[in-house]
């Protein structure tokens, strides 16, 4: 499967807390997004990183990425109960010869206890 | 602008029934992408077009699916004859520039009993 694994599949923490996702993927890639599932909604693009970046910051927002490890990790700072959602990495990649397809990993659930 | 426009939201239909879910993509959006999302599979890419072309259907489970863009304003997955197993729920998505950030509808629920 192309499809990118995320880890942990469930995460469940307290409000002011830190939570960290991570994504491994599996081909050389243009570059790697991270979106949001609130339940029954759609997905929401929250940030995107080149292959040639290591880190990038969005408000509470940081992604690192290792193209070296096919690697890369969201944190969540100070988390709020609305952060409850499913997180997904998607990677923009070489699959089978075509390109500008985004391939979607298997997500992680965040609930942040209030 | 209105966003990426689904419908229908929900649909029930009986095993055997055709199926056609409509996209309505953000004005301006080149690409326009068809995805599927169960609990077992999470999300899989079906088909992706680029200025109204086909550009990879692998991902198209078998020849019940169809997916036609006849303009720039509207697509459809068709599903024909359905089967318990296509329950699940279809996103369209579309963006401006390949590999950029995705714009995703609100989902077709589809349930065949």
């Known amino acids: 499967s192309q499809q990118g694994e995320e880890d942990p599949q469930a995460l469940s923490i307290q409000e002011g807390e830190n939570a960290t996702m991570n994504c491994s993927y599996k081909?050389?890639?243009?570059?790697l997004q991270w979106y949001r599932q609130n339940s029954g909604r759609g997905l929401v693009h929250l940030i995107l990183?080149?292959?040639?970046?290591r880190e990038k910051h969005s408000g509470r927002l940081r992604v690192t990425l290792d193209t070296s490890k096919k690697s890369s990790s969201l944190l969540i700072t100070a988390s709020r109960a609305a952060d409850t959602a499913s997180y997904f990495c998607?990677?923009?990649?070489?699959?089978?010869?075509?390109?500008?397809?985004?391939?979607f990993g298997t997500g992680t659930l965040l609930a942040v206890q209030p | 602008d209105a966003g990426v426009i689904q419908s229908p939201r929900h649909e029930v239909t009986e095993m055997g029934q055709e199926v056609t879910l409509r996209c309505k993509p953000i004005?301006?959006?080149?690409?326009l992408f068809w995805y599927r999302q169960t609990m077992m599979r999470g999300l899989e890419l079906l088909i992706y077009?680029?200025?109204?072309?086909?550009?990879?259907d692998s991902g198209m489970p078998e020849d019940r699916f169809s997916a036609k863009m006849p303009n720039a304003s509207f697509s459809t997955l068709k599903i024909q004859p359905s089967e318990p197993r296509d329950s699940a729920v279809y996103f369209c998505?579309?963006?401006?520039?390949?590999?950029?950030?995705?714009?995703f509808g609100e989902g077709s629920r589809l349930t065949v009993l």
């Open positions: 998505a579309s963006t401006p520039r390949g590999g950029g950030e995705l714009f």
């Open positions: 998607a990677t923009d990649g070489f699959y089978g010869g075509a390109t500008n397809k985004l391939i």
């Open positions: 077009f680029n200025n109204n072309v086909p550009i990879d």
């Open positions: 004005s301006g959006h080149d690409y």
């Open positions: 990183i080149r292959s040639n970046e």
């Open positions: 081909t050389s890639i243009n570059n």
